[in-house]
């Protein structure tokens, strides 16, 4: 299987920052890659599908992008309800299974 | 309103059973792929299975044996049964719809029900 690699692991930012996260392909995937956001005790947000195209009801600020073995999360300016862990996601296509990196945990500085 | 509402988990032994339901509102079950996604305490998101509209089930190997997803389609409703539990299987399990025209995203999501392995 595909092994999804999310960098930074961890992330401390202020409001009004711009920040981005990679996530890194063991192999080249195609655009099936997914971004969510997960704050505690909640289920995970998705924000993004198809590596760039933004959820409905997902703010602009939000945007991803990347083709082949790497892709990025970036939020143009952080606003205090964006502190949470982020995670990418892509499908594995036989047999069919998910893969889920391991999570970008963004904190306020 | 599109939701999912998990019930089922508990505690439970080493060994032991538990089936986890996943109730569904506002979208039809048997017409979209589901799946079970699960947390444990202080970790990441793990992948456990899915149900693909035309019934195929697939399962992560850390279950593949013991666990079998399924739905009623009259109750709208998917199911997990959890056997030959182990103490690594303790996590908050999540239901989830997969979107195949979304590139298989999990677009809605339940809010989670916990199950403990433990003696």
């Known amino acids: 299987d595909i092994q999804l690699t999310q960098s930074p692991s961890f992330l401390s930012a202020s409001v009004g920052d711009r920040v981005t996260i990679t996530c890194r392909a063991s192999?080249?995937?195609?655009?099936?890659l997914a971004w969510y956001q997960q704050k505690p005790g909640k289920a995970p947000k998705l924000l993004i599908y198809a590596a760039s195209t933004l959820q409905s009801g997902v703010p602009s600020r939000f945007s991803g992008s990347g083709s082949g073995t790497e892709f990025t999360l970036t939020i143009s300016s952080l606003q205090p309800e964006d502190f949470a862990t982020y995670y990418c996601?892509?499908?594995?296509?036989?047999?069919?299974?998910?893969?889920f990196g391991q999570g970008t945990k963004l904190e306020i500085k | 309103e599109v939701q999912l509402v998990e019930s089922g988990g508990g505690l439970v032994q080493p060994g032991g059973s538990l089936r986890l339901s996943c109730a569904a509102s506002g979208f039809t079950v048997s017409s979209n792929y589901m799946s079970w996604v699960r947390q444990a305490p202080g970790k990441g998101l793990e992948w456990v299975s899915v149900i693909y509209s035309g019934g195929s089930t697939y399962y992560a190997d850390s279950v593949k044996g013991r666990f079998t997803i399924s739905r009623h389609n009259s109750k709208n409703t998917l199911y997990l049964q959890m056997n030959s539990l182990r103490a690594e299987d303790t996590a908050v399990y999540y239901c989830a719809r997969v979107v195949a025209a979304i590139h298989d995203a999990f677009d809605i999501w339940g809010q989670g029900t916990m199950v403990t392995v433990s003696s």
């Open positions: 996601q892509q499908l594995n296509s036989y047999p069919p299974s998910y893969t």
């Open positions: 192999q080249g995937i195609s655009s099936y």
